[in-house]
């Protein structure tokens, strides 16, 4: 009969740059949500008689499909991935502020050629000045953590080989930009102006990496993850370095 039938059909989805195999069975109905959706039901509609079988976007309209996709994304401080020593201080739920001292690392990954985001700082104890350091890690976990708890290596080198160290005042915003399409490059700024001496930018770094800053010990200070455009107080020295978007919104 004919729910009986396992039909086999070939969708071409230009807008994805690939080609889907999709099975239509009776049991397993599969709603394909692409911009090229009248294509995809134009194609399926000359293999199926829709007198029994309809496609539904399950009630989305494409503005709501449209909306979800532009919405702004919400990144924060990865616990699992800084060390216990440091503390995540809760705003509003956005648990971008960061406190105590070691390695902190965001949630996001850096998967765009350009990208853009600030810090800043908060420095405790009356000090004039101290010295944090900005970039990008590679992923940590707790394991990492123990293992150089028990080096001899100074903390300060614990996931700190792409970073910079920038001497900060209480309320220094620093800006970082990365480049990934040629050779990988990050440069640092201080309240919007390029840093030029040493410390102001690295290269050649490889691997996953993740935005990343490093607390003092004994700074009493803290640093604030600005990650979206309504955020930044200085914003990105050139349009064509865009805030962070996690890798399922690149898909």
């Given at each position: 009969g004919l729910f009986e039938r396992r039909y086999q059909v070939r969708c071409e989805v230009s807008c994805l740059g690939i080609q889907n195999n999709t099975y239509i069975h009776h049991q397993h109905f599969l709603a394909i949500e692409t911009n090229k959706m009248g294509q995809c039901c134009s194609c399926i509609g000359r293999y199926l008689p829709f007198s029994s079988i309809e496609m539904s976007t399950g009630g989305v309209t494409d503005d709501e499909l449209l909306a979800n996709e532009e919405a702004v994304q919400v990144h924060s401080?990865?616990?699992?991935?800084?060390?216990?020593?440091?503390?995540?201080?809760?705003n509003n739920d956005l648990k971008n502020t960061v406190s105590g001292f070691g390695l902190a690392l965001a949630d996001v990954p850096v998967e765009q050629d350009r990208a853009y985001w600030e810090w800043r700082v908060k420095v405790g104890n009356g000090a004039s000045n101290t010295t944090f350091m900005f970039g990008v890690s590679n992923k940590r976990n707790s394991k990492f953590y123990e293992i150089l708890a028990e080096?001899?290596?100074?903390?300060?080198?614990?996931?700190?080989?792409?970073?910079?160290?920038?001497?900060?005042?209480?309320?220094?915003?620093?800006?970082?930009?990365?480049?990934?399409?040629?050779?990988?490059?990050?440069?640092?700024?201080?309240?919007?102006?390029?840093?030029?001496?040493?410390g102001g930018s690295v290269s050649r770094f490889r691997g996953t990496v993740f935005p990343a800053v490093y607390v003092p010990d004994g700074s009493s200070g803290s640093a604030t993850f600005l990650y979206s455009e309504d955020q930044y107080i200085h914003g990105p020295p050139s349009p064509d370095l865009t805030p962070l978007i996690a890798e399922r919104s690149l898909m």
């Open positions: 401080i990865d616990v699992a991935m800084s060390a216990p020593s440091i503390s995540i201080v809760d080096s001899t290596i100074p903390p300060e080198r614990h996931g700190t080989k792409f970073m910079g160290a920038v001497s900060v005042s209480d309320g220094d915003v620093v800006g970082v930009a990365v480049q990934q399409s040629e050779i990988p490059m990050i440069q640092l700024y201080l309240n919007g102006e390029m840093i030029l001496q040493d």
